[in-house]
């Protein structure tokens, strides 16, 4: 008997251990133990809008005892994001934070997280159907693209042609932008809207629209950037033209060249965004999506004008991007 009861005690013990293997095997990333490990995908490598947000990212998550790991495309290109996003996704985070580089082509790559578990939190961009993410936070784009036109409103009172530089179609924050510049020019009958060019987020290809564009027509007295790369390349592309002062330039962000831009007045104003800001909402609610508790599906973050008169006040230097951490 006290054979068979060993014998039966160590089945017992192998159908315990088992039992316990398969149950840790099992667990969701959202509720293994240990710290929290966040993952945040940025739009493009190298942006002075990602580098800061990260930062905020990396600011909150340590607060909150968390761990994060950075990665993203050399280019703002859903092809090169794509397999950046499957790789972090094999690492199985507690909670990816993503700016998808296209609302279309990243929504198939996207949900290939939540199907693994992983909580999703939209960062800046968004996608056709951002149902799937706990939570999106990003600035007012039409609201700033309004604002870059009442900047030329009041930088070129008398109207005329102007014209926008964007990167590509598709992606929803320029999208905006460029919807809500062009909303209000359609509202003003003094001003004729050119249309809306894209650079593909390249300086070089931007300068290049806005020289041709300055060729054919000369009279153009404003121009609006949607992003930190159009503007640097609108910059020169006016630069190279000898139309400084000539041409009112208003960008979309607030990195180190856009900047020297302002100051040297190529650029007569920027709209600076709060990546900081979206970074920190950003670990917020995937903690509390990890946990369980509420969270806020949609937040909007605002935006701070930037001219020469206010760059160097406390509020205009908080609103200057970093370049490190």
Do not use: W
Request: proline share 6%.
């Amino acid at each position: 008997m006290n054979r068979k009861g060993a014998i039966i005690a160590g089945l017992l013990t192998l159908a315990l251990a088992a039992t316990g293997c398969g149950s840790s095997n099992s667990t969701s990333p959202g509720t293994s133990s240990g710290p929290l490990k966040l993952a945040f995908v940025q739009g493009v490598i190298g942006d002075a809008f990602y580098v800061t947000m990260q930062c905020g990212i990396q600011e909150e998550a340590a607060k909150v005892g968390a761990t994060v790991s950075t990665n993203g495309p050399q280019k703002f290109d859903p092809a090169l994001q794509t397999p950046v996003l499957q790789s972090v996704i094999a690492s199985q985070p507690n909670a990816i934070l993503i700016a998808p580089t296209d609302v279309s082509a990243m929504q198939q790559p996207v949900q290939q997280a939540v199907q693994q578990n992983i909580k999703v939190v939209l960062v800046d961009t968004t996608l056709k159907d951002p149902s799937i993410a706990a939570s999106a936070i990003a600035s007012d784009n039409l609201g700033g693209g309004k604002a870059a036109f009442d900047a030329i409103h009041q930088l070129a009172p008398n109207g005329g042609k102007v014209l926008v530089v964007s990167v590509q179609p598709g992606i929803s924050t320029t999208d905006d932008r460029a919807k809500g510049f062009q909303d209000a020019v359609k509202a003003n009958p003094s001003y004729q809207d050119l249309g809306v060019q894209y650079s593909n987020n390249d300086p070089q290809k931007a300068a290049q629209i806005v020289s041709a564009a300055l060729q054919a027509n000369p009279d153009i007295v404003g121009i609006f950037a949607t992003n930190l790369f159009s503007a640097e390349g609108s910059a020169t592309g006016i630069r190279q033209a000898g139309k400084q002062g000539a041409v009112k330039v208003v960008g979309f962000d607030a990195g180190p060249d856009q900047v020297k831009a302002l100051q040297d007045g190529t650029v007569q104003a920027l709209v600076a965004q709060q990546p900081a800001l979206i970074g920190r909402d950003g670990v917020t609610q995937a903690v509390a999506a990890l946990k369980g508790q509420p969270v806020t599906k949609s937040i909007g973050t605002g935006f701070t004008v930037l001219t020469q008169a206010n760059l160097n006040s406390p509020e205009g230097q908080a609103a200057v991007y970093k370049t490190a951490c």
